[in-house]
């Protein structure tokens, strides 16, 4: 069973979070979060490179010149890849990087990597989380009092705010998304996490946790 501390917005400890690892995930598959990284990772690439080769450009194929007697180097037609204005000799084609995993892995690896933050002591619950206009120094103030100024930051926030949106954009090193979009690579890819508690209830079985002095 681990505890983990639960802070308000003004960083401030307010109680304790009692949670069992094993309620998210029963284990981590380290080649599992691989092969969903992996995929996070293909999927981003874009793969639109293209040019052309010596039959898609323009040209006859009748040899220029005669093999011998003119003075000049051989030579064929006038497409070939050593001409200016010739096509490629290994031309380069649309690449479609793009692959999928089942979604119950997908959802599975999104488990685990959550689980691997509460092991590694490398997530923060916020009590809640809700701002009254777009300010970015209410966010960066939270932060830095919670001891992760210069650190990688994802903050997890229960649905789509786009007043918590906006007033984030501009940290660095700060990204947020609501907890529907959590994902494998976002989650390992930033050192530390800080979710609101009821973003993080949505991870648990009904009955399975139990929230002490929040």
């Known amino acids: 069973m681990a505890s983990i501390p639960v802070y308000n917005q003004q960083g401030e400890e307010v109680g304790s979070y009692e949670l069992d690892p094993a309620d998210i995930s029963p284990e981590v598959k380290k080649q599992l979060l691989h092969d969903a990284v992996v995929m996070y990772q293909r999927n981003k690439r874009q793969g639109t490179v293209g040019t052309k ?3 898609m450009v323009s040209g006859t194929n ?12 051989r030579a ?6 050593i001409r200016r204005g010739g096509g490629h000799a290994f031309a380069k084609k649309n690449i479609d990087f793009t692959y999928s995993m089942p979604k119950k892995a997908i959802r599975l690896a999104t488990r685990m990597s959550l689980r691997s933050k509460v092991e590694d002591n490398q997530i923060k619950v916020l009590d809640e989380l809700s701002l009254a206009e777009i300010k970015t120094k209410q966010i960066a103030d ?16 229960p649905e789509y705010d786009v007043v918590v949106h906006r007033s984030t954009r501009n940290i660095q090193g700060v990204k947020v998304l609501p907890v529907a979009e959590l994902n494998t690579y976002d989650l390992l890819r930033r050192r530390n996490l800080v979710i609101v508690k009821s973003a993080l209830e949505s991870f648990v079985s009904p009955g399975e946790a139990v929230a002490a002095g929040a």
């Open 76 to 81: 064929g037609g006038k497409r070939t890849n």
């Open 142 to 157: 939270l932060v830095k009092s919670l001891g992760l100024s210069g650190t990688s930051v994802l903050l997890a926030i």
């Open 62 to 73: 009748k040899k220029m010149y005669r093999q011998k007697g003119t003075g000049n180097a």
């Open 53 to 55: 080769s010596r039959g």
